[in-house]
Each structure stands twice: as C-alpha cells, then as structure tokens.
C-alpha cells in the first residue's frame, strides 16, 4: 500500500541527493527547467530502489552538453538526435532528454523525433500513467498531469493517452504492460487490456531483438506468471511464442490429462521459488525459467489418445527441445542460452524413470555426464516439474531425488564426476595401440570413457590392459 507521505520524503531525499542537487542548480542558473522523470518517481514513491537516475528539461541537446560538461566527468552525446545527452555526474550515470513531442507513422516503431515546449506535453507522450510523474527540481514540485500517483494507490496500469493510440504508435509498450504488471504487481486497466487485444497483430513492426529483450525482462521479474497470464489471455502471446498459448489442450470428454498449460505456470513459479531457497543471493536465472516455462511445449504435437482413455505425449521431451531452439533462434536469444534451454527440456524426464527403481552407479554417472555443467539446474527443473495433489505420490518423487541427489554427491567425493574423463588421453591411446590420429583414437576414447562411466575410476595398468583386449578383439 502507498504511503504518500513516507513517498514525499523518499521524493525529497531524492532531491536532496548530490547528483540531482548539482544539476538542478545548474540548469536553474542557465535558466532552464529540469525535472526528474519516469521510473526514478515511481520507484520513490513505492519505496523500491531508486537506480538509473533520467531528467528531461526545455534545453536543447547543445545546451545540455553546455551546461553539463562543467559538473560532470563524462559525457557522450549518442544520443543526440533523440535529444539525449549522458553524462557521469557525482559519480553516477544519468541521462537528460529534451522534452519531446514526437508523432509516428504507424508502420514501424521509429518517431519522428519533435521536441516539445511543456513537460505535462511530454509526459502525456509516455507509455503509463504511472511513468508518467516528473518531480520539478530544484523546487521539488511533483508534475502528475495523468493521475499517476492515484493509480500507484489503486495498483493500477493505464495509458496516459487513449491505450489504442498509444499502443498503435508504438506496439511494444503492450509487452511492457505485462511487464510491469509482474514487476509492480499491478492490475491493467481494462480499456487497456483490450486494447492489447485488439491492436496484437500490430506487434508484427516491432523487432525480434526488442521482443526477446522484454520477454527477458518479464521473466526475470519475481512474478512472471501475472505478465504470462496477461501476454495468453489478450493473444499477445501467440504473437512471438505460440507455444504457450497451444498448451491449452482441449479437453477430451472420455480422456483426461492435467491442464498443461496451468501446469508449466505452476512449474516455473516451483523453478523460481527453489532457485531462490538453494542460491538466495544470485541474479534470477533466465535459463531456468525460460526451460520451466518451455520443458512441455512439445505436448501438443505429441498428443495421443488411446483407447480407454488414456493418454500419452510419447517423447515430448525431444521435439520440445527443437520447438525451444526453432523458436530461442527467431527471438534472436544467444545460442549459449539456447542450447541449454534445449538441453533441460530434452533431459527433463530422465530422473522420472529413477523413481521407479534405483539406478546403478553406472547409471548416475551418465545422468551426470549427460546434464554436464546444467546439473544444478535440471535438479531444480526436475524437482518442480512435480505438481501432482497426490501428496503421497510427491513425497515418493522426492525421496527418490533426495537419494540422486546424496548419490551424486557421494560419486562426485569419491571419482570426481566434474572431471568425467578416462584414464587414458588420446596421445596415450596412440601410444599403447601403436596407431596414428585417426578416427579409431576416437573409438578408443569411447570405449575407455563407457568403461569409466560403467565401472568408475580405473587405475592407468588396469586401463591399458583392458583397452589392449578391447583393440584384439576389433581385428
């Protein structure tokens, strides 16, 4: 809940800071205005953490770099023609935008690039009432010309502007409503919701690149699943990722499955929450959840109904595993973080067949082997892919990880399972065989890692000799 008065002293501390002090009476000297913008005022007012601190004023781009350079101990003027200038003032990175009044065209994202003459012009430009507060410094009046402050009370968003015409200027402020519904933890306004609705194709002029780069920052929020409700709910989803959307099986009559569109939700809220318990202080881990929200999407292509009512989604796992590549590489994700989303997906059901009776060691070490450097994710992926009500059925699936889990560690202490290799390198194969590089060093390798994963660690004799007997009998 607002405070609004703990919210006014957070937005005169704000004002007080060196930083915004410093540029305050130096615009005010040469006769200009100056306004912190956007983000930094909400933020003050909810009492988050203010970070990147942005400013606009009726100063041109050269009067900015002008009046800037004196105080500050850098400045790069990038931006320019937005009319955007940067600077480092007081030790922090701060940028100040010419207010603007920019018009589009509707057919891309780009403005063309106006300057305006009022800030209540400029904020009436931007994308949420709630970002649309400026504190006036150095006089500290707050400039809320869109009822911004009673919508941060009603925890609400909502378009400055008709929501049609705002998202119809620019498409991907219909992504940031979701994200800033799971970031704040806001309702959207329904005029705003339908307009996401009725305007979704329009996100077709938005970049790739910009798509992914907002799905990242929905995601990485603390509670994605409102923003992913919202993206499936008004067909934005469908848009960039219809995977999602097509987990929403329909239902069978005379066959029953659990709901796999609710139920990868609740696996990536499951992902997050053990992410948080087992590494409390990381940075959210965008591989995880983009492998907890994607490790089903493979199910409605593999959708069968057998007779009797039953159901199965033979190898899901594997065409998943493409799906999430097909689609990572058109969002334009990296392919590091691309191959380990596929590869969580497709290993996401190996630990199931463990449950139903213990391995070998020999076992563990290829389930080690297999996952590589994504083992302490697919134990958390694994480990929230349980969302059965059938208590006793979840306290079987996690005993059972308990015991993986104290087997891996066990191995790990005793043969070093990080450094799963033979005894044998490839120069020391050529040695005892007497061969030359070639493609039957590396069938030897094979053959002395098999030997390794099935029997543990060997010593260099032992190795060599049954590497000897291996190579007679290939002829």
Known sequence: MLNMAEGVARLGALAESPVVSRLAHAFANAGFDLAIVGGPVRDALLGHPVNDLDFTTDARPDDILRIVKPISTAQWDIG???????????????????????????????????????????????????????L???????????????????????????PRVSFGDDPLRMLRAARFSAQLGFEVDPATADAMAELRET?????PERVQAELVKLLITDDPVRGIRLLVDTGLMGEFLPEIPALRLEVDEHHHHKDVYEHSLTVLQQAIDLEHLRFPDAAPDLTLRLAALLHDIGKPSTRRLETGGGVTFHHHDVRGARLARKRM???????????????????????????????????????????????????????ADVTTRNSRKAAKLARAYDDIERRIAELTVAEELGAMRPALDGNRIQEVLGIRPGPEVGKAYRFLLDLRLDEGVLDEAEAEGRLRAWWSEQG
């Open 203 to 207: 996100l077709k002029i938005v970049s």
């Open 80 to 134: 320019r023609a937005f009319g955007t200038i940067g600077a480092r003032v007081a030790g922090e990175q701060v940028e100040i935008t010419t207010y603007r009044a920019d018009s589009y065209d509707g057919v891309t994202r780009k403005p063309t690039v106006e300057f305006g003459d009022t800030l209540e012009g400029d904020l009436h430009r931007r994308d949420f009432t709630v970002n649309a507060m400026a």
């Open 329 to 383: 590489n058109a969002l334009k994700f990296d392919s590091a973080t691309t191959d380990a989303v596929a590869q969580l997906i497709e290993q996401h059901l190996r630990f199931f067949g463990y449950a139903e009776g213990a391995w070998t060691d020999s076992a563990v070490r290829r389930y080690v082997r297999d996952a590589g450097t994504e083992l302490d994710r697919l134990h958390i992926l694994t480990r």
């Open 136 to 162: 006036r410094v150095p006089t500290r009046t707050l400039v809320d010309p869109a009822g911004g402050v009673e919508d941060l009370v009603r925890g609400l968003l909502r378009t400055p502007a008709d």
